[in-house]
């Protein structure tokens, strides 16, 4: 996750006070490791949620299955998003360590 | 587009809460039609068409809310000749509920047509989503 630190700043879209930005120098990090924790944390969330309704509704705890599909959609929506913000933060840096130095 | 919560996110809320309605609206229509020949219920009097009242917060995007089942207190009960019928009156009128299966048919093609279209809506934003990402790559 170190490794990573230096690129925190070109994740633009990363919703972030600017005042954390500039104190996080080279090196210094945590930052966007704690922001990617909390996101995966949250997708992670919502995926136990799609879990937990599904197997509720196969056991036959409830009845209703637009809770399921609520939390299903829910879940793939922001897996989808985290999938791809993923691919680009390993492409930025693939794209880096090929840098000639 | 944030991290943690997607946008449309709010959007599947309200869809959800669309179908819940019209599902719900459905099964009024239901019983409507079930028992459209039922001639007493526990107050003694013919079965009374139920309708659903649904409502919203009006300044806030936060889907339909079921408020609540009513009987239909306006329309008349119907008139029937049966005189054999045990609630038969002395004439040998029997009254019957105000359930009228036409207008039950037309409003059960709403629902599900209007059900539809909450799914629809609920397809399209999972389609957008996947659109706006497609920018990621």
């Given at each position: 996750m170190a490794a990573i630190n230096p690129?925190?700043?070109?994740?633009?879209?990363?919703?972030?006070?600017?005042?954390d930005l500039q104190k996080s120098g080279p090196g210094e990090g945590g930052n966007f490791s704690k922001t990617l924790m909390d996101v995966v944390n949250g997708v992670d969330d919502k995926q136990q949620a799609s879990h937990t309704a599904m197997q509720d509704l196969l056991t036959g705890k409830t009845q209703d299955v637009l809770p399921v599909v609520m939390a299903v959609a829910k879940a793939d929506m922001s897996f989808k998003l985290l999938i791809g913000v993923r691919n680009k933060v390993i492409e930025a840096y693939k794209q880096t360590m090929n840098m000639q130095v | 587009m944030s991290l943690g919560r997607v946008n449309s996110i709010g959007s599947v809320?309200?869809?959800?809460?669309g179908l819940r309605a019209e599902s719900r609206r459905m099964d009024?229509?239901?019983?409507?039609?079930?028992?459209?020949?039922?001639?007493?219920?526990?107050?003694?009097?013919?079965?009374?068409?139920?309708?659903?009242?649904?409502?919203?917060?009006?300044?806030?995007?936060?889907?339909?809310?079921?408020?609540?089942?009513?009987?239909?207190?306006?329309?008349?009960?119907?008139?029937?000749?049966?005189?054999?019928?045990?609630?038969?009156?002395?004439?040998?009128?029997?009254?019957?509920?105000?359930?009228?299966?036409?207008r039950e048919m037309i409003d059960m093609v709403t629902a599900s047509r209007a059900y539809q279209a909450n799914a629809a809506i609920l397809k399209r934003y999972q389609r957008n989503v996947d659109v706006t990402l497609e920018l990621l790559r």
């Open positions: 690129i925190s700043g070109g994740v633009g879209h990363v919703p972030r006070p600017t005042a | 809320d309200i869809a959800i809460s009024i229509i239901a019983n409507n039609i079930a028992n459209a020949q039922t001639s007493r219920t526990e107050t003694g009097q013919p079965y009374r068409r139920k309708e659903l009242v649904v409502s919203t917060d009006d300044d806030l995007l936060a889907g339909v809310r079921i408020e609540d089942v009513v009987s239909d207190k306006d329309s008349p009960f119907r008139h029937v000749l049966m005189p054999g019928h045990p609630d038969a009156d002395d004439q040998g009128y029997v009254e019957m509920p105000n359930v009228s299966l036409p």
